[in-house]
């Protein structure tokens, strides 16, 4: 099995920062991954790409945060963060750890955390 942890969140005044890590374990270790990011959901809403960080070390970001969001991790060692400054009310959802690898024959592997509710609100 595969665990994907999420921690940080919480309530965040706009204006604010927030901290988000990840951690993967368990079955994965010892795979390499193609890539690790963060997605998040609002209420009503669909499913949406926050960032992503290749096993490169290539970053990538959804319009929306470009500019005011960085993602750092090591895809190697199964950690991957989120900072996200200057947030806005539009930024509360529920934020999702992704594990993202590719096996040698091309097989696409996706691995999610619980995630963590990020609120922003005075």
């Known amino acids: 099995q595969v665990q994907v942890v999420e921690s940080g969140g919480g309530l965040v005044q706009p204006g604010g920062s927030l901290r988000l890590s990840c951690t993967a374990s368990?079955?994965?270790?010892?795979?390499?991954?193609?890539?690790m990011g963060w997605y998040r959901q609002a209420p009503g809403k669909a499913r949406e790409l926050v960032a992503t960080?290749?096993?490169?070390?290539?970053?990538n970001y959804a319009d929306p945060v470009k500019g005011r969001s960085t993602i750092s991790g090591d895809t190697a060692k199964y950690t991957v963060h989120l900072q996200m400054d200057k947030v806005i009310p539009e930024d509360t959802a529920v934020y999702y750890c992704?594990?993202?690898?590719?096996?040698?024959?091309?097989?696409?592997?996706?691995?999610w955390g619980q995630g963590t509710q990020v609120t922003v609100s005075s």
């Open positions: 992704n594990v993202h690898r590719i096996n040698g024959l091309g097989q696409a592997y996706d691995y």
């Open positions: 368990g079955g994965i270790i010892g795979h390499p991954l193609h890539s």
């Open positions: 960080i290749s096993a490169a070390g290539v970053a």
